[in-house]
């Protein structure tokens, strides 16, 4: 997909999925990955031919070490936003809650630099969050 930007170039849209991840304390977990400056949800682009959901799992794996239990899992929509990482670029994003179980352990891999666990209702991290984050944030109650 396609359109156009307000300085008449070409707009690609990114085919992704993000995880809203919430703890038992309430806090929400970002994550930053390598030479990137935005914050956002743990998450990827879909592969061609990938479900969404497959996608969720394959990426929450590969990005903080934790293979998801599909119960953990509730769809809260699909969402649009300008791409935080790649100028010219929009993403159209299958957005999801995981809650954790008490005891799950995550780490920073693959192509991560850091991860926060932040207060949904006053987000602050050091480094800017991503717009769908912000997006994502509020359409889960926060």
Known sequence: MTGTDTDGGAVRTLRIVAAVVE?????????????????????????????????LVREFEEEVGLRLDPADIESIGRFGAPAANEPGHVVDAYA??????????????????????????????????????LDLLAAAGH
């Open 23 to 55: 703890r038992a304390d309430g806090r929400h977990l970002l994550v930053r990955k390598r030479g990137t400056e935005s914050f956002m949800q743990v998450g990827g682009k879909i592969e061609p031919g990938e479900e969404p959901l497959a996608a």
């Open 96 to 133: 999801y809650r995981v809650r954790l179980r008490p005891g799950a352990e995550i780490a920073v891999r693959a192509e991560l630099e850091e991860l926060v666990w932040i207060d949904p209702a006053a987000p602050v991290a050091s480094y800017p969050i991503a717009p769908l984050s």
